[in-house]
């Protein structure tokens, strides 16, 4: 065993020694001796997202002031444009904002006004306690019911699901799944809060028409970052959501008249964004989109396969 162990480490040397992402450790704050294994929890620090908080707090803020909001105003969007490539969808439909509870009632009550005569909501047993409250409270607040389990389809109108199983880590179908929902007349909404950054999507490849998800675990945001909402195109111009706010405005400083919300993806936008919040985000998902997707879900595959060999060796299950 000493032996298979030994060559395991000399492996694992040559894998770094060869790693193209190596130098990307050096963009984040690493602790001495810490070994950190908790990014699906909060992401850890990019060095120029504290450098970023700096000037934007003591110069765009401090004394910008008001001038400031000539880059600020359409920073989730632009925000949103960085992380659009990490789910595969196309510029303009992702926009960062608010938080995924938020951004999951927005988009739950989007979707139900898509399927009116089907006001029936599925979500699996075990999902993440965010995605089930929120569930339930609009289904208590619209009195429509919330089936536990997605196997049976028939009659949902919307299934929310995450991708990966915070739990388990297992990967579910994003495709097939979507495409299954479809044929039984339903709108998936998908929760990517534990896949972007860590695993390929391709939300326009799989037919995903509405997903939310945060920023702060493998994407780098930050604690408390803004989270974010996908909107395909074709729905863009006539999905309805339940939170009508000013930032959303077609004819914003106006400061009058009734609501006229955009055409696209800004119709999600709701009151003042949190600049310092956006700011420091756009850092961290600007990383994980310029190393690229490919790169970074092919490093973790290497290494699960190199840390399940270690466990075989050591008799571990």
Same mark, same amino acid.
């Given at each position: 065993?000493?032996?298979?162990?030994?060559?395991?480490?000399?492996?694992?040397a040559?894998?770094?020694?060869?790693?193209?992402?190596?130098?990307?450790?050096?963009?984040?704050?690493?602790?001495?001796?810490?070994?950190?294994?908790?990014?699906?929890?909060?992401?850890?620090?990019?060095?120029?997202?504290?450098?970023?908080?700096?000037?934007?707090?003591?110069?765009?803020?401090?004394?910008?002031?008001?001038?400031?909001?000539?880059?600020?105003?359409?920073?989730?969007?632009?925000?949103?444009?960085?992380?659009?490539?990490?789910?595969?969808?196309?510029?303009?439909?992702?926009?960062?904002?608010?938080?995924?509870?938020?951004?999951?009632?927005?988009?739950?009550?989007?979707?139900?006004?898509?399927?009116?005569?089907?006001?029936?909501?599925?979500?699996?047993?075990g999902?993440?306690?965010?995605?089930?409250?929120?569930?339930?409270?609009?289904?208590?607040?619209?009195?429509?019911?919330?089936?536990?389990?997605?196997?049976?389809?028939?009659?949902?109108?919307?299934?929310?699901?995450s991708?990966?199983?915070?739990?388990?880590?297992?990967?579910?179908?994003?495709?097939?799944?979507?495409a299954?929902?479809?044929?039984?007349?339903?709108?998936? @909404?998908?929760?990517?809060?534990?896949?972007?950054?860590?695993?390929?999507?391709?939300?326009?490849?799989?037919?995903?028409?509405?997903?939310?998800?945060?920023?702060?675990?493998?994407?780098?945001?930050?604690p408390?970052?803004?989270a974010?909402?996908?909107?395909?195109?074709?729905?863009?111009?006539?999905?309805?959501?339940?939170?009508?706010?000013w930032?959303?405005?077609?004819?914003?400083?106006?400061?009058?008249?009734?609501?006229?919300?955009?055409?696209?993806?800004?119709?999600?936008?709701?009151?003042?964004?949190?600049?310092?919040?956006?700011?420091?985000?756009?850092?961290?998902?600007?990383?994980?989109?310029?190393?690229?997707?490919?790169?970074?879900?092919g490093?973790?595959?290497? @290494?699960?396969?190199?840390?399940?060999?270690?466990?075989?060796?050591?008799?571990?299950?």
């Amino acid at each position: 065993m000493r032996i298979a162990l030994d060559e395991l480490r000399w492996e694992a040397a040559a894998l770094d020694a060869a790693d193209a992402l190596a130098l990307w450790r050096q963009r984040f704050v690493t602790p001495a001796g810490l070994v950190y294994l908790d990014g699906n929890s909060l992401g850890m620090a990019p060095v120029d997202a504290l450098a970023r908080l700096r000037h934007v707090a003591a110069d765009e803020w401090a004394t910008g002031l008001i001038r400031s909001w000539d880059h600020w105003l359409d920073l989730p969007g632009r925000v949103g444009d960085r992380l659009a490539p990490i789910i595969g969808a196309p510029a303009g439909s992702v926009v960062v904002h608010d938080s995924t509870t938020v951004n999951l009632y927005q988009l739950v009550h989007a979707a139900l006004a898509l399927v009116p005569d089907r006001p029936v909501i599925a979500v699996v047993p075990g999902e993440f306690p965010t995605d089930r409250y929120v569930v339930d409270g609009i289904g208590a607040a619209l009195g429509a019911e919330v089936r536990v389990g997605t196997d049976d389809l028939d009659g949902v109108g919307v299934v929310v699901r995450s991708l990966v199983d915070y739990r388990t880590a297992e990967l579910v179908d994003l495709a097939a799944e979507t495409a299954r929902a479809a044929a039984a007349g339903a709108v998936s @909404l998908w929760d990517l809060s534990h896949a972007a950054g860590a695993v390929e999507v391709d939300v326009v490849a799989a037919g995903v028409q509405l997903a939310v998800g945060c920023s702060y675990k493998f994407l780098h945001g930050g604690p408390g970052a803004p989270a974010w909402s996908y909107v395909a195109p074709e729905l863009q111009s006539r999905i309805s959501q339940p939170i009508w706010g000013w930032f959303a405005q077609r004819r914003q400083f106006e400061m009058n008249g009734e609501h006229d919300p955009q055409h696209d993806i800004r119709r999600l936008l709701l009151g003042t964004p949190g600049i310092l919040g956006l700011a420091t985000a756009e850092v961290g998902i600007g990383h994980v989109a310029d190393a690229g997707m490919p790169a970074v879900a092919g490093k973790g595959r290497a @290494l699960t396969a190199l840390a399940l060999r270690c466990c075989a060796e050591l008799g571990l299950e």
